[in-house]
């Protein structure tokens, strides 16, 4: 498991990806890389406009079981992420399409919204 805090700003999810990268490169794990960094790329930016109040920031955490790896957005905003069909909310969208599984746990404050793949056979 790798974890890193990002604040709240939108300049960070360039830096979440890169951390992203160089941890799955770490792993050796390069099956589905791109898809891991774009969900990535999603849910920080989805944190960043919901769920990140002002003053804190949000956590990345990256797992990787001998299943799948694992990501995490931990935010400390109150509500609830879900898919509404906004013209400009896509982000849980493509999360959906593009990883094997997502969902989001309660937190206390906030979420953690999180998404796994699986590597192809």
């Known amino acids: 498991m790798r974890e890193r805090l990002f604040p709240r700003t939108f300049q960070t999810v360039p830096a979440a990806r890169a951390y992203t990268r160089d941890t799955l490169t770490t792993w050796d794990v390069t099956d589905r890389q791109a898809d891991i960094v774009l969900c990535v790329s999603e849910l920080a930016t989805n944190a ?3 769920g990140v109040p002002r003053g804190r920031a949000y956590r990345l955490r990256l797992l990787n079981f001998s299943c799948c790896v694992r990501i995490e957005v931990h935010d ?3 509500g609830r ?3 509404l069909g906004r013209p400009h909310g896509n ?3 493509i999360v959906e399409c593009v ?3 997502w969902g989001v746990l309660p937190r206390r404050p906030g979420k953690v919204v999180w998404a796994e793949f699986r590597a192809h056979e």
């Open 48 to 50: 960043l406009r919901h």
């Open 76 to 78: 400390s905003g109150p």
């Open 81 to 83: 992420s879900r898919i």
């Open 91 to 93: 982000g849980l969208l």
């Open 99 to 101: 990883s094997d599984e």
